[in-house]
């Protein structure tokens, strides 16, 4: 958790506060604690509400000292039910009776990695309750928060978009890469898993696009070249999407996916009877 976003204090304030609230979606054990500020913060407080109201301490830290940034293991784990809602609230002292403020006299202070900047960030250790690996709907809740506060984060966009992707759900997919892709043009990753979104909602044309987008500022970008040919293959241009599968084949031809991948599609343009075609891909997957 983390609200360097708002981090913006100015010279002289004696008491600048920075919140951030998370719903818990799911029963977890909480193992460790891990606050962390600069030389600013003075009163670090995080708590745990309950969904009957109550309160449960997580840490707090009344005279913050920048030499007591650690991981605090509990002694023993704190079980959280669905549905608490964390919370994180950091004081921040700008003034220049603070004695630790490195700034004098005071100067307005922002979010950043410097020592002379501040940064306010609550980390938890997490053992979810129940059967199975649950960090992808922790990392779901944790993005879904952090495009709350920052609708134009890249990052959010883009591991949202992933994710909804990785769960057959290319339609949900679509508007968050597209809006990554919006903010970071350059990143072939977001271009190569918007095309992959694109196909498989139908939308085919714009795939190839996004796809060629994806290869020309990355030409070796073997998934984006896969996926590619993919969509070149549902859109009929079976010519182009041989010769795609081959490239394919000679970037990445040690990847058990991807000859899993040609071959498979090598059946398929059998099936279609493009035999000659799925003779060659089979041909250069053996030489390889």
């Known amino acids: 958790m983390e609200h360097d976003g708002a981090l913006r204090i100015p010279a002289g304030r004696h008491d600048f506060v920075v919140t951030d609230d998370l719903p818990l979606p799911m029963d977890a ?7 962390h500020a600069h030389y600013l913060g003075t009163l670090l407080e995080a708590y745990a509400t309950l969904p009957d109201g109550s309160r449960r301490w997580l840490i707090r830290i009344p005279h ?3 030499n007591w940034q650690a991981v605090y ?9 669905k549905g608490t809602v964390i919370s994180m609230r950091f ?8 004695v ?3 700034n004098q006299p005071p100067r307005e202070v922002v979010g950043g990695d410097q020592s002379t900047d501040e940064m306010g960030h609550l980390w938890l250790e997490l053992l979810p309750h129940g059967a199975g690996d649950r960090r992808l709907e922790l990392q779901q809740a944790v993005m879904q928060h952090r495009l709350q506060k920052y609708p134009n984060d890249f990052a959010a966009n883009l591991n ?9 759900n290319p339609a949900v997919a679509v508007p968050l890469l ?14 190569d898993m918007l095309g992959a979104a694109l196909a498989r909602v139908g939308r085919v044309a714009e795939a190839v696009a996004e796809l060629r987008t994806a290869l020309k500022e990355r030409p070796d ?16 241009q079976f010519d182009e999407a041989v010769e795609d599968y081959r490239e394919v084949l000679a970037e990445a031809s040690d990847d058990e996916s991807t000859r899993a991948a040609v071959e498979a599609v090598a059946r398929q343009l059998e099936y279609r009877g493009r035999t000659q075609d799925a003779e060659e891909l089979l041909q250069a997957l053996e030489k390889r």
């Open 221 to 236: 970008f073997a998934n984006a070249r896969l996926n590619l040919a993919n969509a070149l293959l549902h859109a009929g």
């Open 91 to 98: 004081h921040f002292d700008n003034s220049a009776e603070n």
């Open 73 to 81: 293991y509990y002694r023993e784990p704190l079980s959280l039910p």
């Open 178 to 191: 597209a809006n990554a892709v919006r903010l970071d043009p350059w990143r072939p990753d977001a271009h």
């Open 29 to 35: 054990d909480v193992l460790a604690v891990y606050p």
């Open 64 to 66: 913050w000292d920048f």
């Open 100 to 102: 630790r403020n490195p």
């Open 160 to 168: 949202l978009g992933a994710l909804a992707l990785a769960r057959l």
